[in-house]
């Protein structure tokens, strides 16, 4: 049996970067963050578990990603105080 959940949060219309975490060709769980200007607009989530009050906080709050690679990084956990 073939499971899979999706979950998207914010406006995926309007982005100027893509940081995907996970692996969507290896097992077909990932996140991808939607960025405009170093700001995340959007995340989805494919079959995947992460922090959901962090990401909409991240997603309210606006606030500017220094590192926008850090969100890939899967030994980075996701909080609204990432800089």
Do not use: C, H, W
């Not at 009050?53 to 030994?75: H, T, V």
Request: charged share 30%; glycine share 8%.
């Amino acid at each position: 049996m073939f499971e899979l959940r999706i979950e998207a949060y914010g406006d995926l219309s309007k982005y100027d970067t893509i940081v995907t975490r996970g692996s969507p060709t290896e097992n077909g769980n990932f996140t991808k963050f939607y960025l405009d200007n170093g700001i995340v607009n959007a995340v989805m989530m494919v079959t995947r578990k992460e922090n959901v009050e962090a990401i909409k906080q991240l997603i309210r709050l606006r606030k500017k990603i220094d590192d926008p690679a850090s969100l890939g990084n899967e030994s980075n956990k996701i909080e609204v105080g990432i800089t």
